[in-house]
């Protein structure tokens, strides 16, 4: 990377040919190789490259059809048994989510940190496609309060990208940015320019940020303060999400009560109690040595994210929350929620599928959290739809008295959901209706269209990743002045040369400094 990175003040488009050299270089090869196929190589049961097993699929295909057999040849008995199971089920979701409304929201303890003992950040953020929010992403990021010469910034560009390189080249970067090119190659996903752009990472701590994100400037510092404050077991803390443009219109307003619910009440009362948590996709800050542990992202899982929480669990490692939030886009009409939505429930098949190669593996509570966020998300967003016409069915047949139970338990599952909703977005500071909250359970059945996709997409193209386009509004200014001017001469830090897998430590910065 020597040479390569942006110069303080300078255009980008004045160094962008060097940095673009990076793509033929004589190691980009082997880079973008172990970046796609690293922890396939390391870890081969916990890459979704290696797909559904056989064994589980026979599994799977014996059970469904007992099932049916009992069904057909006993009915009366198996129907009881049957909803006497889903009663327990819903019930123990309907007291999960009245547990995250009524237990106080969990953050992170803190330890008050100097300027002198605060780590370097490396921050990527990978954009394809993004023309339309990199000036908006960059000014974002220039906003971080945090000192200048221990932040490092990638921003994460493929190398056939051309709009989006087009545009950073009429952008002026200072001495914290520097553009990494991913080259060419399978499959096209997000993970795998992570996985790549972490071979020039300079961090202590790595930090990843999507293209239209708007980061609270305090949030690098609070982050720095958990991890002193934690013990050797936190391997990440992930921050809370929230959207500047919730209140657009009524799917605006149901995706943020529904993430609201996500990042404001389940996540925190998982972190309060040290499960597993299924990270979002971005605000996630990772020790650098724990994520080189763990094999980096699974660049073939298109919920990588979710995915790395579990298998932090799995090698003994928690994760936590801190305050200080990210502001996002939400998705502002039906055909780019499906989209997104498909991907997520597609990677929420691809991680049940991975962790449950070895259920044994499994502590109980790390079964107990996949089972109540991403086995519970997959298997609502399956039956939600049926789930409604069967009942429709059974009403207009007359069959009142089979219906009766599961009627019951679906209406109190929709008041416990709209309850969490309001108390989960009242703290996440957003206002709402109570209108918005009875409108719930008519925002729930778009997600079977979205997992009938996520089951196609899952049979015919596993890693294909659905881009969700952004721009569409305009994000809030950062909340403080961008400090980019008073340090934009001063000069580009030099990078740190380790091993791969090899944490850059405070004891290597000050060798290399020395």
């Known amino acids: 990377m020597d040479g390569t990175a942006y110069q303080a003040g300078k255009p980008a488009g004045r160094n962008m040919r ?50 049916a057999a009992w069904v057909v040849f006993t009915p009366g008995l198996s129907w009881a048994v049957l909803q006497a199971i889903s009663a327990l089920f819903f019930l ?62 990638k921003i994460i560009m493929e190398a056939d990208d051309r709009e989006t390189i087009r545009a950073a080249r009429q952008l002026v970067f200072d001495s914290r940015f520097e553009i990494v090119i991913v080259p060419k190659g399978k499959p096209r996903t997000k993970p795998r320019a992570l996985n790549y752009a972490l071979t020039f990472a300079r ?72 499960l597993p948590l299924p990270l979002g996709g971005t605000s996630n800050h990772f020790r650098r040595d724990v994520l080189a542990q763990a094999g980096g992202w699974d660049a073939y899982n298109v919920t990588e994210d979710a995915d790395l929480g579990f298998r932090l669990a799995r090698l003994g490692y928690r994760s936590d929350i ?21 991907r997520w429930l597609k990677g929420y098949l691809q991680t049940l599928a991975v962790h449950l190669r070895h259920p044994s593996k499994l502590s109980f509570g790390a079964a107990f959290s996949l089972a109540m966020t991403i086995g519970a998300a997959s298997l609502s967003a399956l039956l939600h739809g049926p789930a409604l016409v069967l009942f429709v069915g059974l009403a207009i047949a007359g069959v009142t008295g089979v219906n009766a139970a599961a009627i019951g338990f679906l209406l109190l599952g929709y008041a416990a959901s ?31 269209i979205a997992a009938v996709m996520a089951l ?15 721009g569409f509004t305009k994000a ?24 791969h897998g090899r944490p850059v430590t405070s004891r290597t910065r000050q060798k290399a400094h020395g």
């Open 203 to 274: 961090g202590d701590i790595i930090t990843v940020y999507d293209a239209e994100d708007v980061p609270h400037p305090g949030q690098l510092r609070a982050a720095a303060e958990a991890f002193a404050a934690g013990d050797d077991t936190l391997g990440c803390v992930q921050a809370p999400l929230n959207w500047y443009n919730h209140d657009h219109n009524w799917l605006t307003r149901q995706f943020a009560l529904e993430y609201a619910v996500q990042f404001h009440a389940i996540l925190p009362l998982l972190a309060r109690f040290g």
């Open 92 to 153: 123990g979701l309907i007291l999960f989510r009245l547990a995250a409304a009524s237990i106080p929201s969990h953050c992170a303890p803190t330890k008050s940190l100097a300027d002198e003992g605060l780590p370097v950040f490396t921050i990527l953020a990978p954009v394809y496609k993004e023309a339309a929010v990199l000036a908006q992403l960059t000014r974002a990021l220039s906003a971080i309060d945090y000192p200048p010469q221990l932040l490092d910034i």
């Open 476 to 499: 809030p200014e950062p909340e403080c002045p961008s400090p980019s001017q008073s340090f934009s001469s001063s000069p580009q830090p030099q990078p740190l040369h380790s091993p």
């Open 456 to 470: 196609v997409e899952l049979r015919i193209r596993p890693y294909f990743w659905a881009k969700t386009e952004h």
């Open 418 to 448: 709209m309850l969490c909703g309001l108390v989960a977005i009242r703290r996440a500071g957003l206002r709402t209706r109570w209108i918005d909250a009875a409108r719930m359970p008519l925002y729930w059945p778009l997600q079977t």
């Open 322 to 342: 801190i305050a200080p939030q990210t502001m996002e886009e939400a998705p502002e009409s039906v055909r780019p929620w499906v989209r997104q939505r498909s």
């Open 18 to 67: 060097a940095v673009e050299r990076l793509a033929p270089h004589r190691l980009a090869p082997g880079w973008a190789d172990r970046a796609a196929n690293g922890l396939l190589y390391r870890s081969p049961s916990l890459s979704a490259r290696t797909g559904i097993p056989e064994n589980q699929k026979r599994a799977v295909a014996a059970f469904c059809l007992a099932i």
